[in-house]
């Protein structure tokens, strides 16, 4: 995995991130997020646009996503353990795979990186030696892994831990065209 990273040269304003969230900062391998998620993407040569809003909710050995329309309906529910992968929409049949990214992409028609997201959303990469480094703090923190543009936008101060607020995503995919996503977490609990 190829990891690049640049920082703007303006870090965030001290009043948004104090001294003590950075210090207090660690990867959790149990956590659950609550937020919004605004995906562009292609499908038969027309722009797509998909706003909704999203739970997710990770252990160390696995990951549950629910994807939720604006009006509030279920979109669709994934889930990711050591048995495989499956994807639960709305009057569909349950599909499962032995693996969670091409199965979205295929069945969602746009890719949801959801092994890298279990990193990324907490403001971490994983090394190409298989370790959780912590990212910089920092507003439009720029970065490339795994095939994404990863743009820290906004970071959050919540209950004296920081964790990221905004993260843009994009990707060129052959199925997709241009694939750009929104993540803004409204709410991070650990257990």
Sequence with gaps: M???????????????ISA????TRSYQQQ????????VQYQQNDKPQSLP??????????????TLISPLGQTIATISQNAAGASLQQANQPLRSAANLDSLLNETLGWPLPVSGLRDWLQGYILTPEGKHQMLAAQENLHLEADGWRIRYVSWQDQDGLL????????????EAGEVSMRIIIDQWKTP
């Design 20 to 23: 003590a969230a950075v210090a």
């Design 163 to 174: 964790h990221p607020k905004r993260i843009d995503l994009q990707r060129y995919t052959s």
């Design 31 to 38: 956590l659950q997020l609550s937020g919004r998620i605004q």
């Design 2 to 16: 190829l990891v690049t990273a640049c920082g703007s040269l303006r870090p965030p304003a001290t009043s948004e």
């Design 52 to 65: 909704g809003n999203f739970e997710w909710l990770q252990d160390k050995n696995s990951t549950d996503i």
